[in-house]
């Protein structure tokens, strides 16, 4: 008789939210939340201008 090994699944379902910590948007001044912890010394943008900006950031300096 085979011996079926269990493979116990690893749930490892990391709850993907878009942002836990609450931050003000410098561009819109649009409360949000952003994924990682919000640096004081560095300007925090929302969602929508966080792609606006990422979108017209030159890709060269
Ligand atoms: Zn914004």
Same mark, same amino acid.
């Given at each position: 008789m085979e011996q079926k090994e269990e /493979? =116990? *699944?690893? $749930? *490892? /379902? =990391? $709850?993907?939210? =878009?942002? =836990?910590y609450p931050a003000k948007c410098s561009k819109c001044n649009k409360e949000c939340t952003v994924p990682f912890k919000p640096d004081p010394q560095k300007k925090v943008y929302c969602r929508e201008c966080y792609a606006e900006i990422r979108k017209n950031k030159p890709k060269r300096f």
């Open positions: /493979r =116990s *699944e690893k $749930s *490892e /379902r =990391s $709850s993907e939210s =878009s942002g =836990s």
